[in-house]
């Protein structure tokens, strides 16, 4: 799967049931060896785009369950 398929799909927690991003506006982790994503950063925003304080919220690959049309599931 190309990052361009990716991009712009909402990322869900099935476990809290909450909306933790837009793949487009994080960033990624690779492992530089074989070029695999290995995690997403999301930042960590208030309403209206203003920048919150506080840790960003990183996501493993693996805790990925299911990728569709609009949305990406993880259950971390």
Do not use: A, C
């Not at 996501?59 to 949305?71: A, C, F, V, Y």
């Amino acid at each position: 799967m190309r990052y361009k398929e990716l991009s712009g799909k909402e990322i869900v927690d099935v476990g809290s049931g909450s909306r933790l991003g837009i793949l487009g506006h994080t960033d990624l982790e690779f492992n530089e060896e074989t070029g695999q994503i290995e995690s997403f950063i999301i930042p960590n925003y208030k309403w209206f785009g203003m920048k919150k304080e506080g840790e960003n919220v990183r996501i493993s690959w693996r805790d990925i369950k299911k990728i569709g049309e609009d949305m990406i599931i993880i259950d971390s």
